[in-house]
Structure formats: C-alpha cells, structure tokens
C-alpha cells in the first residue's frame, strides 16, 4: 500500500540488512550516503509516490512476521507512526530505531532545525505497538557508542515530544547499566553515560543538541573518550 524506503549511512551491516528485506519486498527502495539524518529523509521521501512512505533505518533487520501491510486510513495521513523495536544490547522493547510510517509531503516540508527527527514532521505522533525488528546498532566500537550517545542525549534532554518523565528515566537507567556482556556492550553503556550528559549540559541549547546529528562531531567525541 505504501513505498518503503531503506535508508543507510554508513552501518557495517547495511548491505546485508538491505537485501534481507528485498528477499521479502522486492519493491523496497534505498537512499544511501545522503549526509543528514534530516536530509536523508527527505531523499526518501522524494523517492516515493505513496501518500504514506515506510522508514526502515539501516541497522535494521525486520523480524520475520512483520509485513508492511498497515492501513493508516485516510484520517491518519498526518500521523508519525513508530513500531517497536528489540535492543540487543539491553532488550529494551520501544520506539528507538524501530520501522516508521511517515506522510510523504509533511516529510518532504520538514523543520531541519529540530534534533528529534521523528518529531520534526508531525505534532500527531502513534506508536504502535507491535515489533518491528531488531536494531542491530552494535556492529563495532564507534557505531555502538554512537547509537547510544544519541538515543541517550535525546531521552535526557527531553526534547522527544510527549515523552514521559519516569518512562524516560527508566529507560536511561538499563541503557546505562545492562549489556555489558553483549557485543560491544560496554560501548552502549559510556555512550550513553556521555550522551546523557550531553543532553543534560546542553538542555537549553538547541545548536548543541542539533550537533548529535553529525556524524562527524560524535567519532571526535568518541576520539576523545577513547584517546
């Protein structure tokens, strides 16, 4: 019903993740490289013909039953939708790197200056709550601590829209304390120690928290922790 459009950057595993869902979906299309976690999405959005188009991130890898079959109707062509996602690090189940439905021209408009991309869009937001896939961000050192840096900054700095005070502190809580037997856990755990403190520093600053953005901010950031 919907294009889905598979967006990479530069995830070890984005080659592997992307033909694993063009097995199942052959029409799956795929923006690759774009610089711009906002921008990429706009490439994505411009790929599509769809009212609604489908987000699937590139550390992606979608569980075997899920199909891609929703039917937003046409009262919800203005709604961000986010499905669930398994963190292999610390098994947190939420919205973080889960599949997302996204209307195509609210997209294509979006505010570029907002750090939460998924609320740069819309001010209707669903989660829906069903898993997705599992986010695979735990690839290697820079790509682990940058995943949690980020995802951490953002659930401290409180800039996700709706977000919920003692959900969000639980949340931070197991990023920061679980997984540290897990591939490149303890990676996932300082990320988010230094994102946290991050968003905390820099709450009021948008300018710095636009800076999670960068990819190459975050490996200087990573540099310095570990020179």
Known sequence: MYDIV?????????????????????MAKRVHGVKGIHQAHIAAAKKCFTKMFWIVDG??????????????????????????????????????????????????????SKPDMTTSISDKFKPVHEISNITMFNTDPFNTWKSAFRECCKLSSKVIDRQKDNETNKRLHIWQTIGKDRPFGEYAIQGSLAGTKYGETYRESPNDLHRINDFEFLREQFNEQYS
């Open 59 to 112: 550390d992606a890898q979608i569980v075997d039953d899920f199909n891609f079959e929703y039917d937003a109707g046409p009262w919800n062509l203005d709604t961000v939708h986010v499905w669930r996602s398994i963190n292999p690090v610390n098994d947190l189940v939420y919205g973080y790197g889960g599949v997302k439905l996204f209307p195509t021209r609210m997209t294509k408009n979006m505010d570029t």
């Open 6 to 26: 598979f967006i990479s950057y530069k995830e070890p595993n984005a080659d592997e993740n992307f033909e694993r869902l063009k097995a199942k979906f052959p």
